[in-house]
């Protein structure tokens, strides 16, 4: 047990939104594993949540070389099971756990945290197949954030990015992300792909921040950047196993007509967007002629985080067809389909209304009353479509 660490202070931290579903996934499988990115807080939520079960990082080179060495020892003096936090360093040791939690049966034995990558990910599919409940963190949400400030202003909250430890500590967004770019690309990039040239790499992280929204047109990437298509599509990869950032996909299930079938492009933090475009104020957000794309990036990421805080699938597509008819985001709820348009405006316009009166003429019966998630300060219903901000009025309601 020289290894284990106890939790530090964590009596002033908030409790996360994503805190019930780990306690109940505890209670339903042996293992329960929570992804997610660096320094989204994967550490302080399992400490927080099971603070009489030790903890265990393999990070630690000597816990990983003792551990290596003899997993079954290692593993023997934990009748209870524990929490191993950074799991990917050492993923061979996810047999020896199926082996336990196959033969004692117990459920919330071991609690795993790790960055999704490629190979861990094929590794708890492979060793863990329904023994454990897997969980997607992500930095802060909108409703942890208000444990900091009740009220935010939009374009502030979109530089300073949502990293706990930015506002735990009242770290400079500027100085926070120069050093997280650092780590990610010298630790993380190098470790997944062959990187021959950084400075490529780094251009083509600042290019994908300027596309946020757009779909992924992985020739143009190729030109700008000067390697080949094939190697834009791995670096996108590993972005994404690396919690950098997320793809929409198209919506066109049962829909004839003729609909666009690549998917769009946005941050997981868009803090960490705006720093890659040197926007370092919210006064330059508004003057940015990206501000829709960050705006939309923003508010998408929030209802993908009040999903996966709740365990629920994402079901998030984007809707366009041939002729130009688009909806920024769609909701599948079982059956039904929510269409929502995201606009950066504070001004309400009929033409935002456009969008959603076309899916529905398309989705039919399937499709719900929408949204417009705009920037404004009034909220009302419209044609059967509610207007309203989504940090004014503190998310929706069932979604």
Known sequence: MIF?????????????????????????????????????????????????????????????????????????????GCVLGEIQRLPQLLSYIQGIVDQTQNNGMFILTGSHQPELHKSVSQSLAGRTAVLSLLPFSLSELRNYRKK??????????????????????????????????????????NLKDLSQFQQFLTLLAGRIGQIINYTSLSNDVGVSATTIKNWISVLK????????????????????????IYFNDVGLAAYL?????????????????????????EILKARLNRGKRPDLYF??????????????????????????????????????????????????SGFVLYNGQEQYTLKGTRVMNLILHEGIEGL
């Open 241 to 264: 196993a690396s919690f950098i950032v997320f793809e929409l996909p198209p919506f066109f299930e049962n829909i004839r007509k003729r609909v666009v079938k690549s998917p769009k």
């Open 319 to 368: 809707y366009r067809d041939t002729h130009g008819n688009e909806v920024d985001l769609v909701i599948r709820q079982a059956r039904t389909l929510i269409p929502m348009e995201i606009k950066s405006a504070a001004t309400f316009a009929p033409d935002f209304l456009k969008g959603i009166d076309h899916f529905k003429s398309v989705a039919g019966d399937r499709c719900a």
């Open 4 to 80: 284990s660490q106890r939790p530090g202070k964590l009596e002033n931290l908030i409790k996360r939104d994503i805190t019930t579903e780990l306690l109940e996934s505890a209670r339903e499988y042996p293992v329960v594993t929570v992804f997610g990115p660096r320094q989204s807080g994967k550490t302080t939520l399992v400490q927080m949540t099971f603070p009489d079960k030790f903890y265990y990082s393999l990070e630690d080179p000597d816990l990983r070389m003792a551990v290596e060495t003899d997993p079954r020892g290692f593993l023997a003096n934990l009748p209870e």
């Open 277 to 301: 475009l040197r926007i370092e104020t919210a006064d330059q957000i508004y003057r940015d002629p990206l501000r829709g794309g960050l705006y939309e990036n923003f508010v998408i990421l």
């Open 152 to 193: 935010w202003e939009t374009f502030e909250l979109i530089v300073n990015g949502t990293y706990p430890r930015l506002h735990e500590e009242k770290l400079k967004p500027v100085r926070f992300f120069n050093g997280y770019l650092q780590t990610f690309v010298e630790r993380d990039v190098r470790a997944l792909i």
